[in-house]
């Protein structure tokens, strides 16, 4: 997760110039349908934040940065004068999702992984589905984050993205759409974890009316997971958990990781390859490492068979994973299945190999390699959402309402010149959530980042990172982009209670 | 069984904290001493200043304030407070999963308090308040971590880190009283006092001792006694015995591990007679003592952390 701007630079620019709404629909709003009439399963909060003062809730959102502060919950700005920490932006007001959506979504993202995990087994096997023209040969093996290496070795369960983050946004009709698939080294689960601690705190009372789906078993699931992929022959397998460093924006979360696993958390300096196996060096000598739930993207895990120049992971690593002497989670190469170009044909894969219909559906999206969709996009750039097919967290990207001539002619030399490296997708209202901004209450847009694991099976947590785009009107979610977060409620059947 | 790196930053973190403590103690005595404005007040901040390193630089001792303020919050300079506080917090940052949350947010909240900007007007508004409520804090993070961690290797080596640096921060603030033949005897009784206080042992020393301030038996008590926290011979006993327990599970063939230097380390003080080291001089025991703490660091590393490879293949 990459860091950003902080709260007040955000409530700053706010009043410098919000921008107006766009499109011709109105944004779905999380709390209240059409009419303005609070939504059901929002009732319970609506009220209790009735009955606060703006001083008692700038008393709470200072509670809730304090914990932040004090877990160390923090980046670091290095100024002329001194250091400072500063939080990342997080909001009090949860984002509540209600038993019967949640349904959907969780059988969903559970097609969805299920079938990118065979999609990915396929491609790095006898590659079928290019064989029968479903997805183009040229689009998959000319990936960057198509891995040769990773072709023909076994991977237990099909189980290549262990840990899968899901982006899912609410269209201007309510139903909820998949926009970025992140199989890689997906972040963001701790804030999911950290905001309900403080969520705890800050709400207890409507917490414990709500009913709301508790997620604190991640950790004991994620372990679950890691050691399903484990050799048979291996008892009592070695986990750890491997960070680029202290240094990493996401380090918070892997040493957050490797606590609540009771595990360690190793860097690449802490390891060891011999003859094909893994060591951390420990105060008692060297000790055999079985499954490595990696924090490292591919380019970095090893210098042998990847990038030279990194010191982050460990000489020899991979071919001890080839060699079946050490797991890797989640596999090399699992980004060729989210590559933006691959999305696009998400629905058509899980056609192709579970002969179901995807349940949650893609954005529209148009592929700048082909020419026709090309001039369509060129034609319309002041309407598109024009994203980089390599690049992520809201970088290399134009919202074309958004933007100025002068960046939509930058964007359409960039697409002429490179067309195979965009694709254009129509800007989506996303949907609005009450926000404390400053002392009152406000609409911002957010997404909704789900985790989803699979190892022997697949399990979807109840419960998922709201990202907030902080700036009035902005659609950027990304914290890089001056987004924040908020806690995420998933509420529990009435059906499924105990009388 | 832990990573060595992890290892590494637990001892530091206890030596950070330690150091960080007994500069603020020093300080405090410093400041509360030159409120009067006596010779032996001068005497007393050159002791301060000469047991922190700091070159017997008459100036500074004239302005005992200047310079406590630079030792506590100089960032500048890696030995201050600010920076021991930081470096244990940014080691602990990198341990972040394996000390307890409670212990954590003890020393993460002493570190936001000394980078923060208002820390020097906090400093200037009251400098004894400041230094007391850091001291109580950083109490308060020992206190937390023998409560909530685990009494295992991990605490082992974070308080092998306390201990270590207290014998070496003790030996050589009695150096610089005992040691050094050519400075002038300390005999007055403030100056007596304040270096109790120094050390934090006014109160237990007079429970042994009564109000009777001798050189030699503070010296006795500083350096031999067998129940006091701070005392070299107490440190060396609690080194000891981490180190004994942290040996227990490493099969390190042909290394002579440092248990057995600090096991002889605590034999010398355990043994010694305060008349035999006077007759031989406190300076060549002291000596002795903080030479043998060098090596039982040196030879931590070399056993726990540093390693070299070839020796823990398997074969």
New interface residues.
Partial sequence: MKLGIVQGEAAARVTAGALPAIGPNLPYDEMRDEKGVVRPHYAALAERIDTLSADELGERQRTLERFFLLQGITFTVYGAESTTERIIPTDLLPRIIAAEEWKVIEAGLTQRLKALNMFLADIYSGQQILMDGVVPRDLVLSAPSYRREMQNLFVPHQAYANVCGSDLIRQEDGQFAVLEDNLRVPSGVSYMLANREASKRVFPGTFRGAGVRPIDRYPDLLLTTLKSMAADWRPNPQVVVLTPGVYNSAYFEHAYLARLMGVPLVEGRDLVVHDNMVYMRTTTGLRRIDIIYRRVDDDFIDPLTFRRDSGLGSAGLFNAYRAGNVVICNAPGTGVADDKAVYAYVPAIIRYYLGEDAILPNIETFLCREPAQLSHVLANLDKFVVKAVGASGGYGMLVGPHSSKAQQDEFAAALTADPDNYIAQPTIQLSTAPCLIGDEIDSRHVDLRPFILSGEKIVVTPGALTRVALRKGSLVVNSSQGGGSKDTWVLTDKKDLQP | ???????DSLYWIGRYVERAEHLCRLSDVMLTATLDRTESATQIARIALAAVGDPDDAGKARNPYEAALALVLD?EDPGSVASSLGLAR?NA??????IT?ET??RL??IH?RM?D?DAARAFADGSQAFLHETIADLHLFKGAADATMSHG?GWR?LLLGVYLERAQLIGGLLEVCFGDRKRRAITDHSALTSLLRMACALEPYLRVYTADMQPRFILEFLLLDEDFPRSVRFCTARIEEHLTS?SR????TGVSGPDRLAGRLRARLQYADIGEVQAGGASAFLGAVLDECAAVHRQVYET??A?T?EQ???A
Wanted: no cysteine; glycine share 0%.
């Fill in positions: 069984m832990m990573l060595a790196r992890v290892a960032r940014e940052r990198q341990v972040r999963d394996q949350t954590w947010e993460n909240l936001l980078s900007p290797e080596f942290i599970h490493v099969e390190a726990f952390v390693y490879l823990r293949l398997p």
